[in-house]
């Protein structure tokens, strides 16, 4: 790895960023050449100074992590994302690797480990596809939702199409000429009729359903 990968941080919380701050600065792989509050202060900074790796919060205000991070693969595709979080459920991981981050590190692993581990992910050896697969793995062995058409309106079946063929909320609330917030309304309700828990399960099982994982 190259001494002095630029590093742009992204977290809410001020405490955090001097902590993550403090840990580069002491190591001399890492130079962290700005700080983001949150998630949209966070595409603008990269967009302007051009980070080598982004380390990025998963819970922000104004645009969350897996929203700037989708954002800023969009236009620096070349930039490593690294989400920084304190969950480790299935979905929040998997549902990050899906929107572009090269990986994970726990908030909470002692400053060696996370140092190490941020290190592995920044050389591009961490596999994140195997984590996802493992994720995609469980999600299939759950006992499988009723079918869609038995539980669900004919609006509901056009949103969970559109879902199947990734299409963000904006573009399902064009193409269906409904607001983002009657979209959002009808992906909670899909859900909750079919048993799922997030928006990554939600296109998984839709995907499955119009065979596109085939």
Not at 61 to 68: K, N, T, V
Not at 159 to 166: F, N, Q, S
């Amino acid at each position: 790895m190259k001494a002095g990968r630029r590093v742009l941080l992204a977290d809410d919380s001020p405490l955090a960023r001097r902590a993550v701050r403090t840990l580069l600065d002491g190591d001399g792989e890492f130079e962290v050449v700005g700080e983001a509050k949150d998630g949209r202060e966070a595409v603008s900074l990269a967009r302007e100074l051009r980070p080598n790796l982004v380390l990025m919060d998963l819970n922000m205000p104004r645009c969350d992590g897996l929203l700037a991070t989708r954002l800023i693969k969009r236009e620096l595709p070349d930039t490593t994302v690294v989400m920084l979080t304190v969950s480790e459920e299935a979905g929040d991981l998997f549902e990050a690797i899906a929107n572009g981050a090269q990986g994970y590190l726990l908030k909470s692993l002692e400053p060696e480990e996370w140092l190490a581990g941020l290190r592995s992910l920044a050389r591009g050896e961490a596999v994140p596809r195997v984590l996802a697969r493992r994720i995609v793995m469980e999600f299939a062995a759950k006992a499988p939702p009723p079918e869609p058409e038995h539980v669900l309106t004919a609006r509901e079946r056009e949103v969970l199409g559109l879902v199947a063929a990734a299409k963000t909320n904006r573009q399902v609330a064009s193409a269906l000429h409904i607001s983002e917030q009657t979209v959002k309304n009808h992906v909670k309700s899909v859900m909750k009729k079919l048993g799922l828990s997030n928006r990554v399960e939600l296109a998984l099982y839709a995907r499955r359903l119009l065979g596109l994982d085939n």
